[in-house]
Nanobody
Framework: QVQLVESGGGLVQAGGSLRLACAASGRTFSRYVMAWFRQAPGEEREFVAASSWTGDSTSYANSVKGRFTIDRDHAKNTVYLQMNSLTPEDTAVYYC?????????????????WGQGTQVTVSS
């Protein structure tokens, strides 16, 4: 019983930062594993980051480690993706995903609920 809506995408220059937000509805939000995926034109949707139910366990794709940070605010029913040191290779549609799983997985098939996506474009 989760509905997800992403926001915060836009155009940014290389080296800049952007903060994405995923607003969730549903009383069981705090018990869901949350994740971010992205998909560039002509590419497969790829895993970016994920957070466990409590937020004490996180996972990141090697391509974004040290640059991106996932965090969640249970009071606001929102999960965020802070993106720093952006490069043109980060250009993609970013999707928020959620699942009732207890453990984090880095594949699209591991998540049942998905947002509509938000475009992130990084200029060189």
């Amino acid at each position: 019983q989760v509905q997800l809506v992403e926001s915060g995408g836009g155009l940014v220059q290389a080296g800049g930062s952007l903060r994405l937000a995923c607003a969730a509805s549903g009383r069981t939000f705090s018990r869901y594993v949350m994740a971010w995926f992205r998909q560039a034109p002509g590419e497969e949707r790829e895993f970016v980051a994920a957070s466990s139910w409590t937020g004490d366990s996180t996972s990141y794709a090697n391509s974004v480690k040290g640059r991106f940070t996932i965090d969640r605010d249970h009071a606001k029913n929102t999960v965020y993706l802070q993106m720093n040191s952006l490069t043109p290779e980060d250009t993609a549609v970013y999707y928020c995903a959620a699942d009732s799983r207890r453990t984090i997985v880095g594949r699209t098939s591991g998540y049942y609920y998905w947002g509509q996506g938000t475009q992130v474009t990084v200029s060189s």
